[in-house]
Each structure stands twice: as structure tokens, then as C-alpha cells.
């Protein structure tokens, strides 16, 4: 059992008191954050861990931080915090337990060299691995850690707001953010291949279409040729998915990051590219029906990759690692990959008004791509509004995360640990949501000194009746795209470079503007109804745009 009070020294000098007594929690300073330590175990053993109190974050010692999705289901096994027990979700319990530390990896059976998944033998040696590979413990959570279902007081709205504006040092500082994705899928059948393993890598490795030849000579033309043309020629004893789903997902990224490192490939320009038979041979992936891409589409569609929360995690993470399972990859890898194929063009849409029935190799790539890209902005700052737009077709329990989940990436809230956050960005879970939408537009008017704001508002029928119509209902997908672009420069100057005049008067709700009468519109037509992927140009909408030029 866990001595009910710990001690540990910091470097600084200054010593992490438990909190003791029959409660969990005690008031945390601004500064304060709390972490974790979870005590060593067998998989199958209840996980107890320790809660202990950072005064002051910039003093905090080296942790790691997890990322995750809550999920509905609580667990039906309590966890031990601080002696006491405590209910998590089903998914935070199965993330403490698959990176927890072992007591010891003597007992635990390592897998050799010749194992027919280790990643010695595999494309993906480069940016993944499965946890019993190694001796060395170096995969878990070694280091106390960081989970906010735990680390903070959630029936504490006043010390959720204040963690919240922690958030971007948080992350920032963890030395790596784990990614948890959950278990990983479990074979379709059951074989022996398992315990043959050593005797049936060769197989695996080299005969199945995913997967390159380890050890093949660059130079050769072998090498050379595309991998389907290769691997076609040898027929497969043992399909991937006898091992789970994981090797089929992490086969897919290698060959992608593959291909990026190839030269480009003239073979794609022969034929048209509604021809995507000869567009995957050319790269090297399975035919359009192929049922691996079932496989990595729902890896890809794991709820992790749309949730809100998740965005500032990882694109201000130092060193992020994505687990599933006892597989643990390189999250550079999976951003690359997924850019790769939305470059490609095997990207479904943000939003896709029907449902296909056949998707066949299109993707939902765009969320996990997204993630990539934001985290090259300089800075790690991304525009207010850019965050706002792609939130919109992102998940969270609560809708005024739409905004909260954006302050630590948000350029306009730069500076703010110095001066603060801007009052109408203040985090307050109590406000009203209306209130907060509200406050939100009335900040990006002041502070940008533009109406651009405004392109994002969609008047949904649903809406209610209460609602200021200049404000954005941010928890709504918008039925068309924006006019331009809000990171660009504006393509006009209807202003002529005067100032803008608003006013609000006791009514916050009412946007009171000046401006000149310019014409008068006489008649207006329905909007167009999306029932396409928008890949192909209707002939309503020819006529529109004609008619609208005339």
C-alpha cells in the first residue's frame, strides 16, 4: 500500500507536500498545478496512485502529460488516489493501466529479434515499436504525469477556469505528451502464428503488398519498381490481420512517408485521376476495394482526432508519442503521413452531408492533418479566428471550450501571462453561453479593428430567437465556406482605410455601425444545397455563377 503521506525533493529546494486527511483536493494557488505518480504493477492489479502539488509550475520537476478522449462509460474498477478510491472513465482507467510501470521486466517475456512483428525486421522500425521489444522499461510513464480528469478539481469551476489558462505552460513543459488512442483491435481469428512467430517473420515481412522488403538495396531495380508490382508477384501465406490491426495502420504510414521521401512520381500523370486503381499501384497501396483500408480508416477515425482539447496537447508538445495499446508511435510519422495523403487526394471532406456507402480509399484524414500543420506556425500561435474555424467541426462536452480550448494557441492571447487574459476572453464557466459567443465577437471587432468576423455567421432555422444576429455560433458546422480566407490580407478596401465606428449601448446583444448606402439589393436566390463531395461542378451551379456575373 501507499504511505498516505509522500514527500519528494525538487531540485530548487522546495518540497511537494501530499495532501492528506479523507479528501483529495485542497485549494490550488494561480501558479499551482498538481501531478500524478502512478505506483508500479502487474497489468491485472488495481492501479493506486499519488496525487502531489506543484506551488509554483515553473518549478515543477520533469513529468509527462496525457492526451486523451473521456469517453461516457465510467470504469467498473475504481482506481486509489491517495488511498481513497476514485471512479474514472473506462478509457482514462485502460490508458493508467497499459502505461503504468511494470514491477519488473524479469518476469515479463521480451520478444527476440526474429519475433515476426518486431520492428527490427519491419518498414515502420523508424517511427514505431511495440513495448515488449525491450528490456528497458523506457515506453511507460516513468515520470509522474499530468491528466487533467485528475490533476484538476473538476467540481471546481473557478479552479478549472484558472487551470485552464495553464494549459499552454502545461503542455509546454511536459517532456513528452502521450498520446493514448485506446486498445488495440483484436485479430480476426486466432492462430498459432503467435507462438510460431519466429518462423513465419519472412513470411509476413516481405509478402504481403503493404510491405517493403527490409534489407532490400536502395539501388537496385527492385527497389525501383513500384511495391505493388513487387509484392504482387509473391503470394501472401499469412494476411496482416491475423496479428491485429495495428500492423496493416502502421504498414499504411510507412509507405506513406516513403513515398515522400521518393522522388515524384511521373507514372501518376498517365492516366486520369478518377483512376484510382492505377494512382494506388503507382504509390504503391492496395486496390480501392481492398479491405485493409477499412483497417486504416478507423484508425483514423478514432474520436481522439476530432475532440477539441486535443489540439493544443499535441501541437505544443515538445516530443509527442501516440499509443495504442503496447504499440507506441512516432507522432511526427502519423502528421506527416496523413498530410501526405490529403495532398494525394484520398481525403474525405471536414463535413460530408450523405453518408457513402462505399468510401473505398478516401480517408478522414483532414483532422489528424490539421493538427500537423497548425503546429508549424511560427511560434506555435495560430489566428483566433483560423482556431474558431476549425473547431467548429470538432467535439466537446461543453460548447464554451469552443473559445476556452483555443487561449493557449491563439496569437491574440500572447503576452497574456504578463497581462493577463482580455476580459472578454476571461474563462468563467458560469457565464452564460450566449454571453460567452457574444463577448468573443466583440473582441475580434475591437481587437482586429474588422468585420470579418461576421463572414462566419450562419443563421440556422434551429437558432434562438435570442441570439444577436451578428454573433457566430461557433458549436454549428457552417453550411458554406467563408468569403476569403481570414489569414489573408483583404482583397478590397470598401472602406477606403477609414476607421471603424461601433458603439454598444446598455444592450450588449445590439452592434450599432456606420456606414454609407451604396445601392439597394432587388431580389436574392436560395442558397445552393451541397448533395456532392464539391470534386465536381454541377450545372446549377454554372448557372449561378453566370446568372450572378450578368
Known sequence: MLEHVRHHQLSSGNSIKMADGNKIYHPLGKKSIRLLEIVPALPDE?????????????????FEALSYVWGDTLSSQSILCNGIHMTVTQNLEEALRYLRPLPSWESVQTWSTNHYLHSSRQVWRSFARNRYEQQENTMLLRLPVWVDAICINQDDLAERANQVKLMRKIYQAASTVKIWLGKEQKPVASTSAASRGTHESVTLTTNHPLMAQAGTNSNSLAAREPLMSQMRRLAPRHHLETYGSMPIVLSFLAQALRNMEARPNSLVSLRPLQDSEHRNLVYGLPPP??????????????????RIWIVQEVVLARKAAVVVGNWHLNWNAVGKATTW????????PRTMRYNLNDPKDLLP???????WQMSEFPDKRVPLLTLLENFRSRHTSQDVDKLYAALGLAQETEGSDLDG??????PDYNKPLEDVYRDLAIFLIVDHGSLIVLSHVDRPKTNSPTWPSWVPDWRMAKASSEIWPSTDALPFCADFHQPLSLSFGRDLNVLSLEGLKVDTIRFYGDKLISYGFGFETYAQELEFVQGAWN
Open 421 to 426: 487574459l482580455h476580459m472578454l476572453l476571461e
Open 46 to 62: 488495481q492501479i493506486e496512485c499519488v496525487l502531489t502539488t506543484i506551488h509554483d509550475i515553473e518549478d515543477a520537476p520533469g
Open 289 to 306: 476495394s481492398a479491405k485493409e483500408w477499412k483497417t486504416f480508416r478507423e484508425f483514423l477515425s478514432n474520436p481522439w482526432f476530432q
Open 341 to 348: 495523403f490529403e495532398a494525394k487526394g484520398y481525403a474525405m
Open 365 to 371: 484524414v483532414m483532422g489528424a492533418s490539421a493538427l
